[in-house]
């Protein structure tokens, strides 16, 4: 299903653990265009839980989440 | 949207490297959360961010149950157990991938975490404005009041 997301920009946050994947996350959806696709990626089991609340919090949309082996993949929309 | 941003206050009151963490921690998250964060540095917590110190923080095993590796309280009392203590603490934080103190604070600079020396703390351990890292601002319980009496958080570490 909608694997025809465009993803304007990738962020690896693989090997990272809290609070560096959303801070990161926040600081790279900044240099993109509202309307723009960033996937991020991470091996951190509490980026689930953090990534909704930060989407949450943010008002950025989390539009899907991927997970192989033990990489997430967090497809978020600047959404302001 | 010219909605008030959420804002969270944190007091930083211990100087060993577990306690270091929590505020830190929690203020870059709020950062990347777009909210606003400060936190207020005071009488051993002052030692985070003296530039002298904040790499050299450490660990008590003394009192402290809850180490991974239990340590009986006559034995944590011994010299170089609480540097043994440290060291081993550093090696999993490490192994984990956790971000040091110090990259946390650039972290914090970075993403514009109000970060206040109290000034009372730095007379009484004769701490110098120059001991603290970059981007400190110094000022008494009445600076940190002013802060936290809009905050949505306000917490004490």
């Not at chain 1, 962020?11 to 801070?23: A, N, R, W």
């Not at chain 1, 309307?35 to 089991?45: F, P």
């Not at chain 1, 839980?49 to 008002?59: F, I, L, P, Q, V």
């Not at chain 2, 998250?29 to 790499?55: P, Q, R, S, V």
Request: charged share 20%; with cysteine.
């Amino acid at each position: 299903m909608a694997e025809d997301i465009k993803v304007d920009s990738t962020l690896d946050c693989k090997g990272l653990v809290c609070p560096e994947p959303i801070v990161k996350t926040n600081i790279a959806i900044k240099k993109l265009q509202v309307g723009q696709v960033l996937v991020m990626e991470s091996t951190d089991a509490g980026a689930t839980s953090d990534m909704h609340s930060w989407a949450k919090r943010t008002g950025h949309q989390l539009l899907k989440e991927e997970a192989s082996g033990n990489v997430l993949k967090f497809y978020v929309k600047k959404m302001k | 949207m010219t909605e008030k941003p959420k804002r969270i206050a944190l007091i930083a009151s211990k100087g060993t490297l577990d306690m270091a963490y929590p505020p830190l921690i929690l203020a870059t998250a709020a950062i990347a959360m777009d909210m606003e964060a400060g936190i207020f540095f005071t009488f051993y917590g002052l030692d985070i961010i003296n530039k002298h110190k904040y790499n050299y923080l450490k660990v008590p095993p003394l009192g402290n149950p809850a180490m991974p590796v239990p340590m009986p309280n006559i034995l944590g009392a011994l010299p170089g157990m609480t540097a043994m203590a440290t060291m081993m603490m550093k090696s999993w934080m490490s192994k984990a991938n956790v971000a040091s103190i110090p990259k946390l604070l650039d972290m914090a600079r970075e993403g514009g975490v109000r970060m206040i020396g109290c000034q009372m703390t730095m007379d009484v351990m004769g701490v110098k404005k120059e001991d603290l890292i970059d981007g400190i601002e110094i000022g008494g319980a009445a600076t940190f009041l002013d802060f936290a009496v809009d905050a949505n958080i306000s917490l004490f570490v």
